[in-house]
Nanobody, 115 residues
Framework: QVRLVESGGGLVQAGGSLTLSCTAS????????MGWYRQAPGKQRELVAT???????TYTDAVKGRFAISRDKIKNTVNLEMYNLKPEDTAVYYC?????????WGQGTQVTVSS
C-alpha cells in the first residue's frame, strides 16, 4: 500500500497562511483521487478538499476561496495552500489517497491558528 506523509503544519496567527504537503511513497497518480481532511478536538473528521485523477477539485464550503489543492508531478506531492486562516481552521490535517474501500491515510499534521 502507498504510504502518505504530511508536512507543513504549524502555528500561525489568524489571517496568515500555510501550505501543507502530502508526499507519497508511490505515484500520486496511482490514486483515483486524493484529498485533505481535518479533525478538530471533539469533532468528527471532515473533508476539506479533493482532487480527482483528472484534476477536478472540490472544497467544503467553509474553505472555498481560501484553500487550494494542487498536485506537484515533479515532487510527487499533493499540496493544500491555506490562506486567510481562521481559528476555526485549527485541526489535525490528514492526507487521504483513494476513493475505494481501503484508502491510504497519512499520520496527520497539526495546524493551529491563534486569534
Amino acid at each position: 500500500q502507498v504510504r502518505l506523509v504530511e508536512s507543513g503544519g504549524g502555528l500561525v496567527q489568524a489571517g496568515g497562511s500555510l501550505t501543507l504537503s502530502c508526499t507519497a511513497s508511490g505515484s500520486i497518480f496511482s490514486f483515483d483521487a486524493m484529498g485533505w481532511y481535518r479533525q478538530a478536538p471533539g469533532k468528527q473528521r471532515e473533508l476539506v478538499a479533493t482532487i480527482l485523477y483528472g484534476g477536478d477539485e472540490t472544497y467544503t464550503d467553509a474553505v472555498k476561496g481560501r484553500f487550494a489543492i494542487s498536485r506537484d508531478k515533479i515532487k510527487n506531492t499533493v499540496n493544500l495552500e491555506m490562506y486567510n486562516l481562521k481559528p476555526e481552521d485549527t485541526a489535525v490535517y490528514y492526507c487521504k489517497g483513494g476513493l475505494g474501500a481501503t484508502p491510504s491515510w497519512g499520520q496527520g499534521t497539526q495546524v493551529t491558528v491563534s486569534s
